[in-house]
């Protein structure tokens, strides 16, 4: 390490050791010429004590630097030299460098950022997740490991194994910090939840248990630091303002660390609220402190010394009682006995959670490993692709490196110096790679929708990117100069010096040789490409069951905005109206939940046939006006059509009927009618069945378009339609509908947010961004594997027929058809063709089962996908071999000839 | 030139040079003229190895060097004993003794049979 220190600053080292030897020489020959020595045989005898002060300093020059560090440094300065003299030979292959390496480093940033970055917080490698393994016996709204608010204090209580335990819950507010208020993402917290983490603010306090007491009792917020910066202009006075979250005043206490974004690399909130203040935060939502309710992440932080195991295995006794206690207790609810016996078997889970927790770290965690081993692929090929172009380079320099070696030159030293010139390329590569990776990160960032709560992904390559990418260019480096350098050490000197420019055999075969791998990877690249194209294709083919055309939805929160749940019902009717009156809107209708957002309301439902029956898994639910079905352009296949019957009296609560689909028909009813069958939601034995099914409904996309599930919908009732999400049939261009639509709003109240404003057709291809960013990458992935291995197989054709020249030109001259030698060339290219696709097939074979999941109707090893991918490469190449095939044929024998 | 001398054995010259800078520190000729005195009849150093093993020294971090006034009043690069440098020596020392210990044992041996 010293010693490449040393190399940076030789400068100084050299000027030192100059003024030192001086001093000695200057001593010394003053010493002698005092005893009596004329000046000139002082010098001399000084000289030679010393043993020549060139040699000297050559010997102390080792010390500094070591013997190889020295060697290679010169290499270095050598192979510059001789690329910048070859200026086609080095963009290519810097070129094909830096896109391997620019694909990979940008990829594996993504990697880093959302699977691998743990938490800018104290010791997170002891923070876990404590989730509930079996049926909690509760509902539950929220994404993953969803537990009450209630179990997260009684797990605090567990200071054996815990240092604290907190609680969190993302939500999207209507902020106001002083103009118009704006949706924001915020994170409903347990008081611990900073203390846990062991975040610090960047100014003010944070929130503590004191904030998380009594219901509505502490109305204060902590701003994130972004927040702070950008929405406020990091104002000092900052503290002690007034905001209003939801129109209710809270009070700004403080901001959090610049580094901390919350614990959802996928979902950064703005703020952070006490969860005493979750009634406000989530309108109508009264029921923090339920123990039926799970919407809330639990992450606890591990006493020192305390392993995982250990606190999973101590926690359950105490879990097993607790489970006992609420089933005896008189609030539990009534179910199956089955069910009771799933609470009771239920277990406390405990995983490692050092990077928090994020469901788009759970979304992306199978697609990014696989885009990672795709440019991993696509690295090693743009390695084997330089190191063909370098040994054709090596057999022109042959002449030059067969002399080197009879002037008695090293193997080893001239391996090495190979091996200099393939690692100062891939290093120039990666200077070019990491220089596009910004933009590349960009472009694949910008395959992630996001809503109100942005993601904390960043586009800037940081120290440990760079490292990463300095690594894997040395490494391409040393792997693509392998090649050329053990051709040195198996070159037999004499053979290369008598022929006359060509090479031995060897050299070939080594090229034919990195060529079929070449092929045998761009085949695995070109098949995943056709499989997750053709997934995106069957997705978008498919379509979510209804036609997307003209359609336009958006959402209205009124209660976001301080509305009392009987006002906004007026203005959502008030909306409904004016927007059914606008000439440009064929149709519109409302529903409670928006369709394709990866949400849905569901839950198990009883069902009264002849027999009682209880659904075996959830079953989704919506609420939905009268002409719903028509706006969307579905089809009712039986019975009608909800209207005004279903709406029951205000203050009668419950809808008496229902529509179901055709899926749940199916499952459920087996060919029977549904049509009068009495359903109702819950599975318990105090689930009344009293809803009357009145229509079938064809199947359609809910909460996205892979899945096919079991629904149910009931008509959205008039008095507690306080929320709604519209949709639109417009004729013409959406646009216009947009800007009347904007209107109506804007006339209602000037101060709503409208959520989610696009056309259906944008909303499916959001729902597809994963599917969109695996086929789009892996289709340029394939393509380029395809142009670099045609680039190799190209290169090394041509060689082989300049080589075979004579040859060809002998057997022309003894009577050989031209058309035999072209077979002669092609047969080469198909030999190396055959034996690629033989290499590759079992491994995709091997690879399929890592990709299945993230397929969609086609298999891994679907017969016609592979058939056709491999036709597609043997097109390609056989097509990149027919050209020098054709030179061959084209031979003069007489010229061939006269080269002898 | 004087009466024949010993080449110095290999990997003594490192042994000497902290032995010398354990008494006092010195520059690089200053170490050479007390190379010759106390070997000026037994051993021969050849002066020129002697920078090469002083920077060899320097970076195990055995010696550390400073620019200072000499004797004569020219700026000289004066080198001195780092804390593991004289551990070193005393490592050196010990090993040197237990060898020359041990190879007289060997000659006392033949010479009694």
Sequence with gaps: MKQLLNWFRRQKLEGGLDRELQYHFDRRVNDLMSSGLPETEARRQVTLELGGLTQVREEVRDVWLTRWLRDFAYDLRFSARAFLKNPAFTVTAVLSLALGIGATTAIYSLVNQVILHALPVKQPERLVLIDWKGDQAANGFGTYNLMSYPICRELALRDRFFDGVLCRAATTVNLSTGAEPKPAAAEIVSGSYFSVLGVRPAMGRLLNDEDDGAAGASPVVVLSYDFWKTQLAGASDVLGRKVLVNQHPMTVVGVAAADFRGIDVGEVPSFWIPAAMSAQAIPGFDIQRDRRTRWMQVLGRLKPGVGLVEAQAGLQPWFKSRLYEDERSAEFPKLTAERRQAFLNSTIELTPAPHGHSSLRRRLLQPLWVLLAATAVLLGLACLNVAGLFLARGSARDREISTRLALGASRGRIGRQLLADSVLLALAGGVLGVALVPIALQTLIAFLPRDAAANALESTADARLLGFAFLISVSSGILSGFAPAIQVGRRSLTASLRERGGTTFGSVRLRKAIVTLQIAFTLVLVIGAALFVRTLTGLLAKGPGFTTTSLVSFGLEPRRNGYSPARANQLIRRVREEIGAVPGVERSAVARFQLLTGGSWNNPMTIQTDRRIITDRQVNLNAVSPGFFATLGTRIVAGRDFDERDSKPIGEAGSRSAIVNEAFAQRYLAGRSPLGVRICQGAGPDAKPSIEVVGVVSNFSYRGIREESEQAYFPILEENADSASFYLKVRGTPDTAFTSIRKIIQNADPTLPISNFRTVDEQVNRSLNTERMLAVLSGSFGTLALLLSLVGLYGVMSFVVTQRTREIGVRLALGATRSSNVWLVLRDALVMIAAGIAVALPCVWALGRFVESQLYDVKPTDPVMIAAATLVLCATAVGAAVIPAYRASAVNPTDALRFE | ?113
């Design chain 2, 1 to 113: 030139m004087s009466s024949p001398r010993f080449p110095i054995p290999q990997g003594t010259l490192d042994m000497l040079i902290l032995q010398i800078l354990s008494l006092e520190t010195a520059h690089g000729y200053g170490i050479a003229q007390r190379l010759e005195q106390i070997s000026r009849s037994v051993v021969q150093v050849n002066q020129g190895s002697l920078y090469p093993a002083l920077h060899r020294l320097e970076q195990k971090g055995w010696l550390e060097a400073e620019w200072k006034q000499s004797e004569t009043g020219r700026e000289a690069k004066f080198y001195s004993l780092t804390r593991s440098g004289r551990k070193q020596l005393a490592i050196e020392r010990d090993s040197w003794s237990r060898l020359t210990g041990a190879v007289q044992l060997i000659f006392d041996e033949g010479s009694r049979s």
